[in-house]
């Protein structure tokens, strides 16, 4: 195996095989659940090469090791299956472990991180083909009524369209249910028969007339109002649903006769948590993903230039912490509530301006390979806009290029506010960002697009010129 001896100190410096309760990863860390967190010995691993640092976060403790993580991960569960386990025991005994170390709030934020991570390359392949598709439909070189034009968009569009679905396998694999059911709890929100429902003006009454909640029914359910809310783009209605019927589910499972038990379990569990879903879940859930994204909004709109200079100037510095993690799921929500979403704008240049750092780091140092890693880290931050080998390499230990780094994202990111730039796609970090700034419906260059792009070559720029001036290779 290419990682093993990697492997073998790794779990070593966390206290041994038997110390893992369970094992997972992000872009690019390890995020260690460990019994014994006095075991986990930061400094070895923050030595060993092939590891970027060590640190703990929320509850966990990550080892940082870069765009390689998955495969790392991969040979880790090989080699140690018992740091991950399919046993319902196991999971719970993992959920009291989690529950002691981090508050409900963060349990929650990780549980939506963890179901929404596998779908991020399919999410950001379709965001890149539907911003070209839009851009050259606005520029008149694809007309929007012909063959090519509706096949492209709807290989562009398959995964909102069916969000629901991907939603509830990837939940359905997170709170150990079968993969099936959980399709079938993010088919239900768009079944085309209560869809429909919402098109019906005969006979619709309203509740909660005047509040917040204000509400339409046009059906019942033996009596009980229904309220049916467009579901085909909102991930917590799902993710909740698929959580309550994995309750459910396990519930029945092994209660019932051998002879009934294959069909019997599957069939009580749709027969009660569908309803439910529907019913209690979905609307309140809805309420839930409409108020983060108000809120947000609100907040937005408070100052849209300094709320963008501040979340842009810190972004690095919560990177560093791994603190990232609990703004990403709101943006997603917000994303899929209104359409578009104004967070991640604001973080656009840190990236860029790490990475033209790292292209002037790598032009002073003497030491070839200190000068590879200076131009890996720097492509890393500039292409795919992972910032983990730069910053842990070579910018947190200067603390004057950490404060350029932050002060020229926080610029990028009060210009993002100023303009008003939305992200109108979602599409992955770095330089395959830009399609996502591509608005429908217009012609010519979109605003936002041509803010982004300036920001990107502006923030590179500054960060070249600027460390070029200031840093000395002293190490």
């Known amino acids: 195996m290419k990682y093993e001896n990697l492997i073998n100190q790794i779990v070593t410096n966390v206290g041994g095989e038997s110390n893992v309760e ?22 070895e691993l923050k030595n060993l090469t092939g590891v ?10 990550h080892v940082v090791i870069g765009n390689h993580v998955s495969d790392v991960y991969n040979e880790l569960v090989s080699m140690y299956p018992s740091t991950v386990s399919n046993d319902l025991a196991q999971k719970d005994q993992e959920e009291k472990i989690s529950d002691k170390k981090k508050n409900p709030l963060g349990v929650f934020i990780d549980t939506i991180v963890s179901i929404m991570l596998p779908m991020v390359n399919i999410m950001a392949a379709t965001g890149i083909i539907k911003g070209f598709v839009i851009l050259f439909n606005s520029l008149g070189w694809l007309a929007s009524d012909s063959g090519a034009y509706n096949l492209l968009y709807g290989v562009s569009n398959v995964f909102f369209y069916f969000l629901p679905l991907f939603v509830g396998y990837s939940a359905a694999k997170r709170f150990k249910l079968d993969e099936t059911i959980g399709i079938a709890v993010g088919a239900i929100f768009f079944y085309p028969t209560l869809v429909s429902l919402l098109s019906n003006t005969e006979n619709v009454k309203t509740l909660f007339t005047g509040t917040m909640i204000q509400s339409n029914v046009a059906t019942d359910f ?35 006769p051998v002879l009934v038990e294959s069909f019997g379990t599957p069939l009580l569990t749709l027969l009660i948590s569908l309803p439910v879903s529907v019913i209690i879940i979905g609307p309140i859930a809805n309420v839930i993903s409409s108020f983060l994204a108000n809120s947000v909004m609100a907040l937005y709109n408070i100052n849209p230039t300094i709320i963008s200079a501040l979340l842009g100037g810190f972004w690095i510095l919560l990177v560093s912490i791994g603190l990232h993690s609990a703004i990403v799921p709101i943006a997603i929500t917000n994303f899929f509530i209104n359409g578009y979403d104004v967070i991640f704008p604001m973080i656009t240049a840190h990236g860029f301006a790490i990475a033209g750092a790292m292209f002037a780091i790598a032009l002073k140092q003497k030491s070839q390979a200190q000068k590879s890693l200076a131009w890996s880290a720097g492509f890393s931050a500039w292409v795919p806009g992972v910032i983990e080998p730069a910053l842990y390499g070579f910018i947190l230990e200067n603390k004057k290029l950490l404060a350029t780094m932050c002060l020229i994202s926080g610029v990028g990111g009060a210009a993002s506010g100023f303009f008003g730039v939305k992200l109108v796609q979602l ?8 399609p996502g700034f591509i608005e429908q419906g217009g012609s010519g260059l979109p605003v936002g697009l041509v803010v982004t792009v300036a920001t990107i070559v502006l923030s590179t720029i500054a960060g070249f010129v600027l460390t070029l001036m200031m840093y000395k290779n002293e190490k």
């Open 222 to 256: 033996f009596g009980i109002p229904v309220i049916f809310n467009d579901y085909s783009t909102t991930i917590i209605p799902t993710i909740l649903s698929v959580y309550f019927t994995a309750k459910v589910y396990h519930a029945f499972k092994g209660k019932l």
């Open 22 to 43: 369970t094992v997972v990863h992000c872009a690019t860390r390890l995020r260690f659940v460990l019994k014994d967190e006095s075991k986990f010995n930061a400094d």
């Open 427 to 434: 599409a992955p970090g770095g330089i395959f960002a830009v």
């Open 52 to 61: 970027l640092t060590a640190l703990p976060s929320g509850g966990q403790y």
